[in-house]
């Protein structure tokens, strides 16, 4: 099981950081995601890293603010956010594949990739 942490209010500007830590299983050799979802809207990817971390990607609206990394001996992934905006405003999920990657070179940006996904965290940016 995952679990995202890390969410809160802050103002627009400020910066957080969401960790996503497993539970049950070793995140090692799984590609993860981070995804939103605000209020009636769709859920989006907004980043992406490859097993070994050496790939990462993300969506145009965060690129330069948001960077997502890996530490596998602590089993957590984070997402580092900053210059945040209001309509950063969402709850964020964490996601492992579905299939492990012994290679270390892929990402995957389509949800259904992913197979094990975690409770979210609430991120609220005032303007």
């Known amino acids: 099981q995952l679990q995202a942490s890390g969410g809160g209010l802050v103002q627009a500007g400020g910066s957080l950081r969401l960790s996503c830590v497993a539970s049950?299983?070793?995140?090692?050799?799984?590609?993860i995601g981070w995804f939103r979802q605000a209020p009636g809207k769709e859920r989006e990817g907004v980043s992406y890293?490859?097993?070994?971390?050496?790939?990462?990607s993300y969506t145009d609206s965060v690129k330069g603010r948001f960077t997502i990394s890996r530490d596998n001996a602590k089993n957590t992934v984070y997402l580092q956010m900053n210059s945040l905006k209001p309509e950063d405003t969402a709850v964020y999920y964490c996601?492992?594949?579905?299939?492990?990657?012994?290679?270390?070179?892929?990402?995957?940006?389509?949800?259904?990739?992913?197979?094990?996904w975690g409770q979210g965290t609430q991120v609220t940016v005032s303007s």
């Open positions: 049950g299983f070793t995140l090692d050799y799984y590609p």
């Open positions: 890293i490859s097993s070994s971390g050496s790939r990462t």
């Open positions: 996601a492992a594949a579905i299939s492990k990657d012994y290679s270390g070179s892929y990402y995957y940006t389509n949800s259904n990739e992913y197979g094990h």
